[in-house]
């Protein structure tokens, strides 16, 4: 008996220490593993040992070095695609993106949305990206049909390798009966969103050796013109930080952008947990599981939503993204620079927030006259134009109420870092805000660095919302 009761006293002590979700999530990614690299294929049985097992909610940080070390999956999915129109070229372009397609109760805007990617590219741009439609609904008839208008309109970028039209047939879903009904969603709910993680799961294995990154677009969507330019801006200002999804809308799953190289991990991601909650919702666990904790989203958005009816019933769906521009060739250059202030910054708000094209801002407590904001370049640049906004919507007394806008030259080592030793006063703010044309023929040596600097104290707290930089070489791209 006083076996029994130190036994159960050790199972108690395991309890508080939590390791039985550790465990269970270890037993399901070990699972994992087994059913989809050993075996290539999930068996009915097993499918249904791993219902029972999967954790929720994904996000626990006991398995996250687990995800990331364990699931590290080089090898893509056994399935046999059908190709109705083109084939993949051999040569590796800059983006694919992935579009995937069922048929609607009413309307159906897959013809537009393919229309819109191409009418807004350039020729230039058109030479680096491939556009892959997966028809993914199981009426044979109604792919047939669809492809043969796809092919009448589009024909020349089939041939020119620039569309490709594939389908997975139906033998290799996954049981999409008898499914976990998680939010008291209605049957009919859970398959079609089950499904949808699915689809997405096969194309995104196709997409895979395609280009070097990938662009995940709903079937009904307009684009901005020049996207693809402006998409590429974003990508090289990133370049030497870490990201796993970048976001160039905020609706759905709409302009995500991906490293073609993590695609095969989340498409076992995504049929891992097709079952568990919709797709747009498995992205952020996805994305927090490889230590990207937050969105990293850029305004203005480059797409947009333009269906008026969902593909689950036909149900309406108006959501617009109102930060979408239809130009986007305006997007900021921003050359790579170190950022420097001596304002007292508030909590995480620090200087380069406000020199991001993400959504986010520099905040700081009341500034005094002489304090600064800096920027030092890497290298000198050509600027055309510089444009400046303080406060926001919601603090629009956080704004910089005295300020001037100052360029320089000369760099010099100091104690605080590299500052310029020379600077020139390009003008004033008013209402918080300041914006310059033709810097570049109004100063005439490359700039070194960009300095805001404060000219009268004042009580209220400052916002630096966005600097945004266009350079000469920029500009002419």
């Known amino acids: 008996m006083r076996l029994v009761l130190k036994y159960l006293d050790k199972m108690r002590c395991f309890r508080k220490r939590s390791t039985i ?25 097993d499918k249904r040992q791993l219902r029972e097992t999967s954790m929720h909610p994904l996000n626990s940080e006991h398995y996250v070095h687990t995800f990331k070390e364990i699931t590290n999956f080089s090898g893509t999915i056994n399935v046999t695609y059908r190709y109705l129109a083109g084939t993949p070229l051999p040569r590796k372009k800059y983006l694919t993106i992935g579009l995937s397609s069922v048929k609607r109760k009413r309307g159906n805007y897959l013809l537009e949305t393919i229309k819109s990617i191409f009418d807004q590219s350039s020729y230039e741009e058109l030479k680096e990206i491939v556009v892959v439609v997966h028809l993914a609904d199981f009426d044979l008839a109604w792919c047939e049909s669809l492809v043969h208008e796809i ?49 997405y799961a096969f194309l995104l294995n196709f997409c895979t050796n395609l280009s070097d ?44 952008l991906y490293h073609s190289r993590d695609l095969p991990r989340l498409a076992h991601f995504l049929l891992m947990f097709y079952q568990e909650m919709p797709c747009d919702w498995l992205l952020i666990h996805f994305r927090g599981l490889l230590a990207q904790k937050d969105a990293i989203r850029f305004k203005p958005s480059l797409f947009q939503h333009m269906g008026y009816y969902s593909s689950y019933k036909g149900a309406e769906n108006k959501l617009k993204d109102d930060d979408f521009e239809e130009d986007s060739l305006d997007i900021p250059d921003n050359p790579p620079a170190s950022l420097y202030t001596n304002i007292n910054v508030f909590e995480s708000y620090d200087a380069a927030k406000a020199y991001s094209s993400v959504d986010e801002y520099f ?27 303080t406060g926001t919507d919601d603090r629009q007394n956080d704004i ?14 100091t104690k605080k870092g590299r500052q ?58």
């Open 21 to 45: 979700p550790f465990l269970v999530a270890l037993i399901t990614f070990l699972l994992f593993i087994n059913l989809y690299i050993e075996d290539g294929y999930v068996l009915e049985e």
């Open 151 to 199: 092919s009448r309109k589009f024909g020349h970028h089939i041939i020119a390798g620039r569309l490709l039209v594939i389908h997975a047939p139906e033998e290799y879903y996954p049981s999409l009966d008898g499914l976990k009904r998680n939010y008291n969603d209605p049957e009919d709910r859970v398959r079609f969103r089950s499904k949808q993680n699915v689809d």
């Open 213 to 256: 990154f990938y662009m995940m677009l709903e079937d009904d969507v307009r684009c901005s013109r020049n996207f693809l330019t402006a998409l590429k801006k974003v990508v090289a200002s990133r370049e030497g930080s870490y990201w796993v999804m970048l976001e160039f809308s905020k609706l759905g799953y709409i302009g995500k």
């Open 363 to 389: 905040w700081g407590k009341a500034p005094s006259t002489g304090d600064f904001y800096v920027i030092v370049f890497n290298k000198a640049t050509k600027i055309s134009k510089i444009k400046i906004i």
């Open 400 to 413: 910089l109420h005295h300020g001037a806008l100052e360029v320089g030259e000369k760099l010099v080592g």
């Open 420 to 477: 310029c030793s020379s600077y020139i006063t390009l003008g004033e703010f008013k209402n918080g805000n300041i914006e310059v044309q033709d810097v570049d023929h109004k100063i005439a040596f490359d700039i070194e660095c960009v300095r805001i600097v404060v000219t009268a104290s004042q009580k209220e707290w400052l916002i630096i919302r966005s600097i945004s930089l266009w350079t000469i070489q920029g500009a002419g791209q």
